[in-house]
């Protein structure tokens, strides 16, 4: 008998919110007419070469490791390119670390709520997945210590920095605490940081992998690049990367060769910081927008986070009110959102919902709330 699993709710939303009237702040995608589509046509249209259409090391390109290696190190997290492996999409980075270092009924402690891809990644994987507490500042180190200690996972997940779905960055103290324990405990932790470079206030927070070598760091080009590149990195230690590639090679061979070496030329040709900047610009307005909507949006006592980068806004509605019961009537209002239950890996708060800023403009944006307060409220 084939074995179930659970969807994912925002997938099957992507799918009802793609009537062009619909203002969807669901997705958590990034915005189309910022992609720098000019540049990258100009650059697989060099890539493409008898070279790039050929197969590939399982490790990925060597030029691309190496860029890759050195955008790292010039933001504060020392890589080599022996340090890396191009995987398609962070997502496969975070599959390939679990199936290389889980086993089935193994215990995995995750921030709540946390990235529901990561919970179906845990779930495929056989997992047990124990929540950890927090607050506006991340994940509470004293609450993992007691889960460390109750429970004796084998990994820890998490998103430190404008984290999914809450927006809420791990202070640079409690990094060092989440370090300190990993490293007493022997316990791996896969930090996932697809959202640092997108930030609109405050200083960088040091990466958690300066601070342990226990730590696997994932990254991606899907948000300040192009999502349909595919193209992500996995920073893991020389302990196990040699599993890693292993493990790889058994799920694709591979990530695509052209979109690789498209990669490479970019990089080499453009100046990838400055069109993040210009990234943060415009989303900066958009969650400036969503921000300033929100108090006439939902209703008295309702609460917010204030991300100071990312892509998402985490919203929890007064008087135990289930979101999800709430979609139906957004839709029918041409408005959508993402229920927060989903996000949690065991009793969910379902009176808590998602909102991403990035895709639409600053006037969809006042339209798209001024609808959804007609539900909310």
């Known amino acids: 008998m084939p074995r179930t699993f659970t969807g994912s709710p925002v997938r099957d939303l992507l799918a009802l919110t793609s009537r062009p009237e619909v203002i969807s702040f669901a997705g958590g995608l990034p915005a189309p007419e910022l992609f720098d589509a000019d540049h990258l046509r100009e650059a697989y249209a060099q890539a493409v070469s008898r070279r790039s259409l050929q197969y590939a090391p399982t490790e990925g390109d060597p030029d691309l490791r190496g860029l890759v290696a050195d955008r790292l190190t010039r933001r504060g997290l020392p890589t080599g390119v022996e340090d890396l492996l191009i995987t398609s999409g962070s997502q496969q980075a975070l599959t390939l670390a679990v199936t290389a270092l889980l086993e089935p009924g193994a215990v995995v402690a995750v921030e709540e ?4 891809a990561a919970l179906q990644c845990f779930q ?22 007691e889960v460390v ?25 409690r990094r060092a605490e989440i370090a300190a324990l990993a490293d007493r405990h022997g316990l791996w932790v896969v930090e996932d940081d697809p959202y ?5 206030r405050g200083e960088p927070v040091p990466a958690l992998a300066s601070m342990s070598d226990r730590v696997l760091y994932a990254g991606s080009f899907s948000k300040v690049g192009a999502p349909g590149m595919r193209l992500g990195w996995l920073r893991a230690p020389a302990s196990i990367m040699r599993t890693l590639v292993i493990v790889k090679q058994a799920a694709d061979l591979h990530t695509s060769t052209v ?11 453009n100046d990838l910081d400055e069109h993040i900047r210009g990234l943060c610009a415009a989303y900066r ?6 921000i300033a909507a929100l108090p006439s949006t939902v209703p008295a006592g309702a609460r917010w986070s204030d991300p100071d980068g990312g892509m998402f806004v985490w919203v929890t509605l ?12 957004a839709l029918a209002r041409d408005v959508a959102f993402v229920p927060g239950a989903p996000f949690y890996a065991t009793t969910p708060d379902r009176s808590t919902l998602r909102l991403s800023f990035t895709t639409n403009t600053v006037d969809e ?10 539900v909310l409220r």
Request: glycine share 8%; aromatic share 6%.
């Open 113 to 116: 709520p946390t990235y529901l």
């Open 124 to 145: 495929l994987a056989g997992a047990r997945v124990v929540p950890v507490a927090g607050d506006e500042h991340g994940m509470d180190p004293a609450a993992l210590a």
């Open 149 to 173: 200690e109750r429970e004796r996972p084998e990994l820890l997940y998490l998103v430190p920095t404008f984290a999914n779905p809450t927006g809420r960055t791990v202070s640079a103290a």
């Open 196 to 200: 640092s470079e997108l930030r609109y």
């Open 259 to 269: 979109d690789q070496a498209a990669a490479a030329v970019y990089l080499k040709a």
């Open 285 to 290: 307005e958009r969650r400036d927008a969503m």
């Open 318 to 329: 007064p008087g135990g009110v289930d979101t999800s019961e709430l979609i139906t009537a």
């Open 365 to 374: 944006i006042a339209e798209g709330m001024r609808r959804l307060a007609a």
